[in-house]
């Protein structure tokens, strides 16, 4: 072989050996972006057994957690049709949750007390009292105390977030969602930054981490926004954010929890969860929350009655949300392939340049220390 020929043929092996890694860098980009897409998700799931859509999810897909309930609407079922039916069947599927995910797995629960509890007392689990009930009370050790028992529960079940409380302002008492269902500490914004505190507090002392809602505030709105949209532009004020600032600035805000409600005074076009301007703009730069922001359930309708998946998807990202809620628990239907569609929106979204890889750095970067103050509370758990 002519010493041409001996330099074209490494010349070409080079190459090739180049490609291929090329193409490898390529395949391994695109495998920690579905990663990362995966861990942003808390998907809902049928069965108060470990079965075959959440074993896919949790073990397959690697979601960053899953949310549990006591009744399955998807079937029109009653108590004790989805998750939870007892404390022991309840624990048993926490810790095969937990064993399935061999790493972080948020396994989260609405526990608020009151009307909105999934662990009832039906079950076999202690009855709790509602947020309004504590707030009338206005009492630091009783709040403490009831909030405390609530977050025992959650740690003997094997549950790491509580999705409460809710900090909505009871601007309006009649609120269909809100004010009518016990689930405000107060008209007063102050009273209500008091009291979620303690009971913040409280669960972080069992180990808990919490997550307040509904942002920027849904306790002025006339309607549900479960059943379609909700326009507060009327009645919405400013002091519905004091407790938002007041528990950001104490450094209690492990996570916040957006609301599906359209206010034209914040952003003309979207609804809170989708808009930059409420998000990013003020939950981020007015009020400076660098943690975790979550959307509230993306079934509702006041999100899949006006906007396609892949649009509700990916203006929530691009809006600031960190996690998303898939509960699949609503009239319209079971999905069980939806996970997998809502990470393949995600990661094409990235590939096309809809969403920055910055912007999902961001949230894997939140996420990861949302796990890292798990673990720090699970450590010092009394």
Known sequence: MTFTRVISAVLISFLSVFASATVMTD???????????????????????????????????????????????????????????????????????????????????????????????????????????????????????????????????????????????????????????????????????????????????????????????HGSSRSDSHFGMTDVTDTWTESELIPFRRLIDAGLADVVMTAHIYNANLDSLYPATLSHNVIDGILRNQLNFDGVVMTDDMYMEAIVNHYTLSEAVIRAINAGCDMLILGNNSPSGYFPGRPDEVIDIIVNAVLTGEISRERLDESARRIDDLFARIRKLAAADE
Not at 71 to 86: A, E, K, M, V
Not at 99 to 125: N, P, Q, T
Not at 147 to 162: E, K, P, W
Request: hydrophobic fraction near 40%; proline fraction near 4%.
């Open 27 to 217: 395949d391994d980009a695109e495998r920690e972006v579905r990663r990362q897409a995966a861990r942003m998700l808390i998907v809902g799931f049928r069965g108060d057994t470990i079965g075959e859509d959440v074993r896919h999810y949790v073990a397959d897909l690697g979601v960053g957690g899953v949310i549990l309930f006591d009744s399955d609407l998807t079937s029109g079922g009653g108590h004790g049709t989805r998750n939870i039916r007892s404390p022991r069947q309840l624990k048993s599927l926490c810790d095969g949750l937990k064993r399935l995910a061999g790493s972080d797995l948020l396994i989260a629960v609405d526990e608020e007390g009151g009307k909105v509890s999934r662990l009832k007392h039906v079950y076999g689990f202690p009855s709790t009292v509602s947020a309004e009930y504590m707030g009338e009370r206005n009492d630091s050790a009783f709040t403490t105390a009831k909030s405390y028992a609530v977050a025992g529960t959650l740690r003997d079940a094997g549950i790491n977030i509580n999705f409460a409380p809710s900090v909505d302002v009871n601007v309006n008492p009649a609120c269909p969602v809100i004010g009518r269902l016990g689930r405000s500490f107060s008209s007063d914004p102050l009273v209500v930054a008091d009291n979620a505190a303690w009971s913040i507090m409280a669960h972080h002392r069992r180990g808990i981490m919490t997550a307040i809602k509904h942002f920027p505030g």
